[in-house]
């Protein structure tokens, strides 16, 4: 029997105590709207230099999306955000993640692709050693195995070439010597790598991820293994042109100093945040749970640019003054519901309006009696412990795309599922397991006016009819679910469209015009207010740099005087 379940709003049994509104202060240096992990970073690296710092959250939870939670009685997971390896090794060393407690494991394996019918039942093991992957791969394509090296030692000089950036806050305004001179060390940069080498670069850019994986691959298995990455919390085909770039942003991670690994943090991605939130609590960050942000308080006028924020006005009508505002929500939600539009440029408002938010994703927790039996597998096996990928080829993933252009939802759709209980056993009882259901397409408008309260359950069915293909047993050994359509993402966790990244990232959204041309460094047309989440480069995934690069901004406003 299915039942979609309510969640309870329930962390871990350590979670940080931080709701007391009364004992709260009502003045801060810095007020920073929304306790993500984005947030949370960018309030310790304040607080390390001496500013009070007052964090205000909607929920009654630290962690925004990467947060853990009792789904099911007895059985937890993570919500949202579900794996590790994009999260910053400075952001981890600087914020002492592990001392607080954070341990993250690597995947046994890192992915898993089930094949299916018509493929003699060889599913493609990848990992955890390059050796164990080219010896997989080899048994599809020996021309494949061969060049799987070369593709990976491509990719790891890209990566190289753009690491750097990660750290480094983008050009706004040209006319400004630092934002010319750092433009003018970017080039120099680019300039100094050999010609095969800026190829590569421009390669990964401007084409699709489709297009440059046929040219490097002919099996269908390794090329579906990496086109995963550009459609992942992606509203687009990997045959969308630029969609390179966003298999290239899931190529920057690391997971306990080994490049290019996922892993997983023991009790769920809310091991991140509550270790954040236990150093903020160190520096003396106050963090006010159930604390609302109505409205961004605004003195001043747009027409001779000395707008300024100077505080907030909370949903429970406290004010609050702060001598500066961070932001860690998605910038279309700030600025077209929080900010009073008499309050900006009437061009910036215009173009902020048509940021891109859509990711098109649908994310599910399910309790399990049992684990899933995957056709011509072992019952169990390193292999449960990987990512598995249900999703056959980058023709697959194509008709996913199409069949929700037209229909809203992918009839048959892509998949990606962690099994995190089988190697970690605080998130389910003894002999059962939870699972995370990462899936797309799904788009956030339905046609034809239908809704996600009625489309909901039928979506969930869907995709567990896919996993059901290759896992006969999947349908049956589900106890519990909890399902969230890409409308229920924006209404728990303010993520505008359902978009995971708080905004595409597209090559019109990113690095110096993330979220517009113009405001790439952090900083806003009001004076005082600044971006320090995902909407701010270097975009989307759980890597806490937003946040580390908007609190060097604001110091650097801060000891000068400036904005």
Known sequence: MEITLRIFNRCHADTVNTSRPAARARQYDVAIIGAGHNGLTCACYLARTGLKVGVFER?????????????????????ASYTVSLLHQRVIRDLRLHEH?????????????????GSGNRNFCVGPTGSDTRNALAAFSARDADRLADYYGMLDRVVAFLRD???RTPPANLRRARDLLGLLSMGNAFRKLPAGAQYEVHELFTRSAGELL?????????????????????WQSPYTPGS?????HHAFGETNGKSGTWGHAIGGMGAITQAMAREAERLGVDINLDAGVERVSVTGSNSDGRARATGLTLQDGRQITASRIA?????????TRLVDHTALPDEFLARIRRFRCESATFRMNVALSE??????????????????????SLEFMDQAYLSARMQGMSRVPIVEMLIPSTIDDSLAPPGEHVASLFCQHFRYELPDGRSWAEERDKAADLIIDAVTRYAPNFRRSIIGRLALSPLDLEERFGLVGGDIFHGALGLDQIWAARPLLGYGDYRTPLRGLYLCGSGSHPGGGVTGVPGHNAAREIIKDHRSGGV
């Open 59 to 79: 929920r009654g939870v630290a962690g925004g999306a990467a947060v853990t939670e009792e789904f099911h009685p007895g059985f937890r997971n993570s919500t």
């Open 101 to 117: 407690g954070l341990r993250i494991i690597e995947r046994p394996m890192q992915n898993f692709l089930p094949l299916g019918e």
């Open 165 to 167: 950036l990660l750290l």
């Open 214 to 234: 046929d040219g490097w691959f002919e099996s269908d298995a390794i090329k579906a293994l990496l086109g995963f990455d550009a459609v992942v919390g992606a």
């Open 244 to 248: 390179g770039y966003v298999l290239l």
């Open 327 to 335: 932001a860690n929500i998605n910038p279309k939600l700030l600025f």
């Open 371 to 392: 684990l899933p039996h995957f056709n011509g597998m072992p019952a169990n096996g390193a292999h449960l412990g990987a990512g598995i990928i249900m999703a056959p």
